[in-house]
Nanobody, 126 residues
């Protein structure tokens, strides 16, 4: 069982930045690929970014490419999402997710993830 706890959400003006963090309880954090997803009111949860076990591979949704950066600190059992040039349409609850994997690839499929955090609210005002 892996517990994931997100932090760093909040209210920011359009064009601003936020950094989300996700702390994992896993004893073998390096065994997990990690991802960030988001869900806006009335919409389905959607993929944002993912990172492989080593951190060497990443993948992004087209809507955030060039603005968001995912990274991980395996020594700290933490994954991060740096969000720059935020837009009102980025407003959502952001979820951290973990998937057990034997490969070092970044995965954007929501059904591939085994564990989820409780989410953190990000609100971008215009």
């Amino acid at each position: 069982q892996v517990q994931l706890v997100e932090s760093g959400g909040g209210l920011v003006q359009a064009g601003g930045s936020l950094r989300l963090s996700c702390a994992a309880s896993a004893r073998t954090f390096v065994s997990y690929g990690m991802g960030w997803f988001r869900q806006a009111p009335g919409k389905e949860r959607e993929f944002v970014a993912a990172i492989s076990r080593s951190g060497g591979n990443t993948v992004y949704a087209d809507s955030v490419k060039g603005r968001f950066t995912i990274s991980r600190g395996n020594a700290k059992n933490t994954v991060y999402l740096q969000m720059n040039s935020l837009k009102p349409e980025d407003t959502a609850v952001y979820y951290c997710a973990a998937r057990i994997t034997g490969t070092d690839n970044a995965n954007n499929r929501i059904g591939s993830y085994n564990y989820w955090g409780q989410g953190t609210q990000v609100t971008v005002s215009s």
